[in-house]
């Protein structure tokens, strides 16, 4: 019965990503139809993106598993079923590093210190995506963009910096989870909770210390992003609007800047147009991977499910 559960919910999730996926379809054919097969190389790419993301977290995930029974190829696929659930899903991008810290203690590695991995990647994440706008910024006034086109893009990006600092400040100076215990154990009660809270607490601020394996990771983060500029660089190639690479770094910091403060940026200054201007979105790079990495992992967990199931059936005698 579990089993076939399973089968459902595999069955389900299939369901759920093709809907999801099927509003792009039309922009994907289109998109091929004008840039040509070529354009497919940018899928195997890709891959450029979820390695560096994944040399940085295995660097974070070093004093958890000094044995080294997470290796890199194993890292590299949760790093890809990690970022297919924030994607694809509607897990309000948590999901993923819910799923990834599962995934990992398959290797034997522990919870909480897989969890603070996580957190700070995250926290790495935001401020990386910060110093990559505005070296797009940069780039813009370098290529001789006026005040007027920039400025409201600066504007929101000043505005909303003081987020990921001071969320960084709370995590490695406060205990962030023990006071989310105390204010839920009226609900749910004491026991294992505080000491599970007080363990990720310990291990978020032991991990938000670690600045030269921080400073490794933001690097490839930062490369990572920058990674994308190629994507752009490529496919303007391919529908007859060649650019340089200074103008395509710029266009993708640009877009990087756009996810973080579009809720501050008031209509009408033009830089949400630069947001367009993701081809690989648009071909349906991050779905396609997206849907490989999902099936992968539900295949996984049914297997490991199956596994179970046998192991607790009584052989016939």
């Known amino acids: 019965m579990k089993l076939a559960a399973y089968i459902g919910g595999l069955i389900g999730l299939c369901l759920l990503v093709g809907l999801m996926i099927r509003a792009d379809y039309s922009a994907m ?13 940018l899928i195997p790419f890709r891959a450029i993106f ?6 940085g977290w295995q660097g974070l995930l070093r004093p958890c598993d000094p044995a080294k029974r997470a290796g890199l190829g194993y890292v590299f696929w949760v790093t890809t079923v990690r970022d297919a659930i924030d994607r694809l899903l509607p897990v309000a991008s948590v999901g993923g590093g819910v799923a990834a810290v599962r995934l990992l203690r398959w290797r034997g590695l522990d919870a909480p210190a897989v969890g603070a991995t996580v957190i700070a990647e995250i926290l790495l994440g935001l401020i990386v995506t ?67 809270a007080a363990d990720l607490d310990s291990e978020v601020q032991a991990t938000l210390g670690r600045l030269p394996a921080l400073t490794l990771a933001g690097a490839l983060q930062f490369a990572a992003m920058a ?14 609007h060649p650019i340089g690479a200074e103008a395509a770094l710029a266009l993708e910091g640009i877009n990087q800047a756009i996810r973080q403060v579009a ?29 490989a990495s999902l099936l992968s992992w539900q295949w996984l967990e049914g297997r490991r499910l199956h596994g179970a199931t046998r192991a607790k059936t009584p052989s016939a005698s």
């Open 50 to 55: 979820f390695l560096l993301f994944a040399l």
């Open 130 to 196: 910060y110093l990559f706008a505005a070296t797009s910024l940069l780039l813009l006034i370098d290529l001789g963009a006026k005040n007027h086109e920039y400025g409201g893009l600066l504007w929101g990006l000043l505005a909303s910096l003081p987020v990921p600092i001071l969320t960084t400040l709370l995590f490695r100076h406060g205990s962030v989870f023990k006071r989310m215990q105390t204010w839920l154990r009226p609900l749910v009660g004491a026991g294992d909770l505080s000491q599970g």
């Open 227 to 240: 990674s994308g500029a190629f994507e752009i660089w490529f496919a303007l190639r391919l529908f007859g």
């Open 263 to 291: 809720f501050v940026i008031p209509a009408g200054l033009g830089v949400q147009e630069a947001g367009l201007v993701l081809f690989g979105h648009t071909l349906g790079i991050n779905s396609l991977w997206g849907v």
């Open 29 to 41: 054919l289109q998109t091929m139809l004008l840039a040509g097969w070529p354009l497919l190389w």
